[in-house]
């Protein structure tokens, strides 16, 4: 008998046929399954948020997000939405734990997924033949060094998958040279080359005298070291690369750089994934207790502080709203450029077949809780999920959406992160 793939029955089908109940007869899950998203991009914005400001209102299916409201500047792209709301981090609280829990699970190294972040588990999985398995993007997230408090994807057990806060390292790493003088260019990239030989060297030779669960993590900071020097040596090659502009000079660190840096960082995620660089990638805005003054908007107050104002305060926490409404935009802008990008493997566009998941670490900031934590995530026609929807779960662990997100691309697990607290994939996305 003659064995046809999904895919190929799927494609052999006449459009009239696609139209026909037929294919209601099809469960959720099998026309998931024939749709998985290709690609995933993790959006962090810091400090949790005010529920009654960022809820939609209506039904799942008939909701709209009210005026001035959070989540207002996503409307132009409801259709490609799923709001969730109910999601709860179990027996974690407080800043820290939230960020580091977020995108683990509370998994350890005993765990189906190791102790990863899912960023990175997923990299891990579908990544393997891309230029980069990932790629991490960062908007002022090292002022105060690399900590629990401050990173959000892990490659191991404790290992940090750091960001890149300048844009014109990033990139530097993704594109070659800035330009400018080329002697000058030459050394800086042989000194930057001869610094990872080096520190490549004394971690092979630290490997041999270490125990097992040490050698992994020594494993994979040689694993991100090679990507970083075939970033500085290899140069661009690829289908959908056309030359690109650096990004002009600026103090990344500066605060009122912020949202330049911000977009800077969107562009080129986009760039890269259009050309197939990477399948993976994140964009970390600040980290918890996000100590940033958006002063670009007037603001005088350091976005942590407003996040903790109470309802009493209610200049406080309309200021609040103004900032956390501001992060909306950066995602819709996200979301339009890759809407914009065609997709070359696909004939459609990098958000037909990207799904994005924007995470917070908090619910409630003004409580410290991670329960309630607000999840969006976006996509198009072949991103698994049917968007469109407003979900209200019911304390639902975020082990289980986050599960759901390894099987949207592809990826099975029956659990990800800490097992003894879900088990399974999150209900009602497919």
Known sequence: ??????????????????????????????????QQAKRLI?????????????????TETEFSFPAGSILEPLARHQSKLLICEGIDFVEVDNHEAGMSNMLTGGGTAGSPSGGLSVDQYVASKIGQGSRFQSLEFGVQTSAWGAARSTRMSYS??????????????????????????????????????????????????LSQRVGA?????????????????????????LPGCPSATAP?????????????????????????????????????????IAPQVFNWMGMGEAHHELSHKDDSNTSGVANFVKCERWFAEQFAYLLDALQAHPDLETGGTLLDS??????????????????????????????????????????????????????????????????????GPLSGLV
């Open 1 to 34: 008998m003659i064995r046809i793939g999904r895919r190929q029955f799927t494609a052999g089908l006449g459009a009239s046929l696609l139209a026909s109940p037929l294919l209601g007869l099809l469960s959720g899950e099998a026309r998931a399954a024939a």
């Open 42 to 58: 993790v959006f962090f914005s810091p400090n949790g948020t005010v529920h009654n400001h960022w809820r939609p209102s209506g």
């Open 156 to 205: 191991a057990p404790g290992v940090f998958a750091s960001p890149e806060d300048s844009p014109r390292n990033a990139f530097q790493r993704l594109f070659g040279a800035l330009g400018g003088n080329t002697t000058t260019t030459d050394k800086l990239l042989r000194r930057r080359k001869s610094i990872l030989d080096l520190v490549r060297g004394e971690m092979n030779d």
């Open 213 to 237: 669960q040490e050698k992994q993590k020594l494993d994979q900071h040689l694993e991100a070291l090679r990507q970083t020097e075939r970033g500085l040596t290899e140069p661009v090659a």
């Open 248 to 288: 002009a000079p600026i103090d990344a660190m500066a605060n009122g750089n912020f949202p330049a840096v911000g977009k800077a960082q969107i562009d080129l995620m986009v760039s890269a994934l259009g050309c197939g660089m990477t399948r993976v990638a994140s964009l970390q805005w600040a980290h918890t």
């Open 354 to 423: 990207t799904l994005v998941l924007w995470a917070k670490e908090l619910g409630d900031s003004r409580l410290h809780t991670c329960r309630s934590v607000p999840f969006v995530l976006a996509g198009g026609s072949n991103s698994y999920f049917r968007f469109g929807r407003y979900l209200r779960f019911s304390g639902a662990p975020h082990q289980k959406l986050l599960t759901s997100v390894c099987h949207a691309l592809g990826v099975t697990i029956d659990t990800f992160g800490d097992v003894t607290k879900a088990s």
